[in-house]
């Protein structure tokens, strides 16, 4: 089944200027063999930190993902630019801010005419591609190969954007789909050639529709509420008039599937008699009767759909960790697995129930944290943690680094290979952040700060003009606001100074402007 979709087709683009001609060339992480390695960059969609095992959760297991942890390093502190799904892939693509590579908001179109790192690497002989997800409107240069969900894609039945702007329906479900595309691609590559991989998943962006296997795979367990749950956001004015809570904004039939519509949406038409039958079994015959029959109200309501958002979250990951075992799998048996780079990470961090949400957006750090593993078989050594706040505008100059590809001089990050090889060198210690999405879909004010070992200082604006003040060591949880306090005043002095030559150093005149004018 062949539809034209509207997409901007993919262009050969015009040799760079000369300028970039003569790039800043990266450091290689020590150790590495002589051959360039292979990158595969396993990349899905609001998966959380707090909900992977070898961050610590204890939620659910993930050995898929930890499988790359344990044999390469984690990155604890690594930091999002722009906590929202299509800014963190354009980041992931330029290495810039949103406020330079004009990827400011979610559902835009990502300027092709500008430079993207996987350009870099097919200079330097790699095949490039990205298959699965990608999220940016348009499809950029870079990439010899690309097979990607057209917007957010659907978790059943889904369609695939190729590289002429041609749309082809899969059977089967997301997770499964991109996987089996993705080892078709490496089985058909250029095997004289390296190369260059981004697996784009769906999975877990809401609504959370879990693989037939795993319906019911958490419903014994009884999960626990984060101590934040019921927070009163006193004293934070942006936290209180956001509209993200399980409470109010999650939706019993949409986002939970109690007596969903299978007749008329456009999710569940793309499903086949048999997976709507096993769907609807489950969904109806089990939680929407169960729903019914408590008829749950107050506190006791919000709770069940904490448990229920919890269940399809994770059964919905639980695919997603099968499937990047499945790529293992296949790198082990081809032999590609030695001279291969995995990275597995999440566009952003998301909530899972602290401060009663879901979703992301803020500075606060269940949704500025993404998690973040890389593999290098002979050069990063297994268990390595790096403690270090790494931004993702590092990601594009580090993945360069450990090609042996020139740098361009335009990239804001910085490569972190030398933090993976353990080495000591010199490292930033304060990450910028600037958020914009307002007012839909979520009201989160628009907001910038700072995010340092210790602290972080955060300023909203576009309708409030507030700050907030956090010591991440005495308050991990984020719910004092030490802003104005009396003992506070060197601190916030010091932040704000440090916020200010960060804006300066990254080119942000627009919010150079606004802490001008603020409070």
């Known amino acids: 089944m062949i539809l034209k979709f509207v997409f901007q087709p993919l262009l050969h683009l015009p040799v760079l200027v000369a300028a970039l001609l003569s790039p800043l060339v990266g450091r290689q992480a020590c150790a590495q063999s002589t051959d360039r390695p292979n ?10 930190y707090q909900a992977i095992s070898a961050y610590g959760s204890k939620l659910t297991k993930t050995p898929s993902i ?25 980041t992931l693509l330029t290495g810039k801010y949103s406020h330079l590579n004009g990827y400011k908001l979610n559902e835009k179109k990502f300027d092709i005419n500008q430079p993207v790192f996987p350009e870099q690497l097919q200079k330097n002989g790699y095949q490039t591609a990205w298959i ?3 999220h940016l409107g348009s499809l950029p240069h870079g990439f010899d190969y690309l097979d990607v969900l057209p917007g957010q894609g659907h978790y059943y039945s889904p369609d695939f954007v190729n590289g002429s702007g041609d749309t082809v329906r899969h059977k089967g479900y997301v997770s499964n789909v991109i996987t089996d595309l993705s080892l078709d691609w490496l089985k058909k590559r250029d095997a004289g050639k390296p190369f260059f991989m981004v697996v784009g998943h769906k999975a877990t962006h809401r609504e959370w529709l879990p693989d037939l ?20 956001y006193q004293n934070r004015e942006a936290a209180a008039r956001q509209d993200m809570t399980i409470d109010k904004t999650m939706r019993l039939k949409e986002d939970l599937k109690v007596h969903a519509d299978y007749e008329h949406s456009g999710t569940y038409n793309r499903f086949s008699p048999e997976e709507k039958k096993q769907f609807m079994a489950y969904y109806e015959g089990k939680v929407s009767k169960e729903f019914d029959q408590k008829k749950l109200s107050g506190d006791a309501l919000v709770q069940w759909k904490y448990q229920r958002y919890l269940r399809d979250y994770l059964a919905t990951a ?4 099968r499937n990047i075992g499945r790529l293992l799998d296949y790198l082990d048996q081809s032999g590609l697995a030695k001279n291969t780079v995995v990275i597995y990470a ?8 602290e401060h009663g949400w879901f979703d992301k957006r803020f500075i606060y750090e269940e949704s500025l944290k993404t998690p973040f593993v890389i593999r290098y078989p002979g050069v990063i050594k297994p268990g390595t943690r790096v403690e270090q706040i790494v931004s993702n505008i590092d990601w594009a100059p580090t993945l360069l680094d450990m090609t042996k590809t020139a740098i361009p001089g335009d990239i804001q990050g910085k490569s972190f290979a030398p933090l993976l090889a353990g080495k000591d060198t010199p490292w930033r210690k304060a990450a910028y952040y600037h958020y914009y999405e307002f007012p839909e879909p979520h009201h989160v004010y628009p907001h910038f700060g700072v995010r340092t070992d210790q602290y972080t200082l955060v300023h909203f604006y576009g309708g409030l003009d507030t700050w907030e003040l956090y010591d991440l060591k005495k308050d991990p949880q984020q719910v004092t606001n030490l802003f ?3 003992g506070y005043e060197k601190i916030t002095t010091d932040l704000k100074a440090q916020l200010k030559a960060l804006m300066v150093d990254y080119k942000d005149d627009e919010a150079l402007q606004l802490l001008a004018k603020s409070k």
Do not use: W
């Open 484 to 486: 104005g306090k009396p």
């Open 346 to 353: 999440s566009d952003q961090g998301f909530y899972m129930g």
């Open 132 to 134: 699965g997800k990608m």
């Open 213 to 232: 296997q795993d319906l019911g795979a958490y419903d014994d367990v009884t999960f626990p509420v984060p101590p934040t749950f019921r927070d009163t």
């Open 66 to 90: 930890d499988r790359i942890a344990n044999e390469g390093a984690i990155l604890l502190n690594n930091v999002v630019t722009n906590s929202i799904c299509g800014p963190s892939r354009a």
């Open 39 to 48: 990158v595969i960059f396993i990349f899905s969609d609001d998966h959380a």
């Open 318 to 321: 639980r695919s997603l960790d």
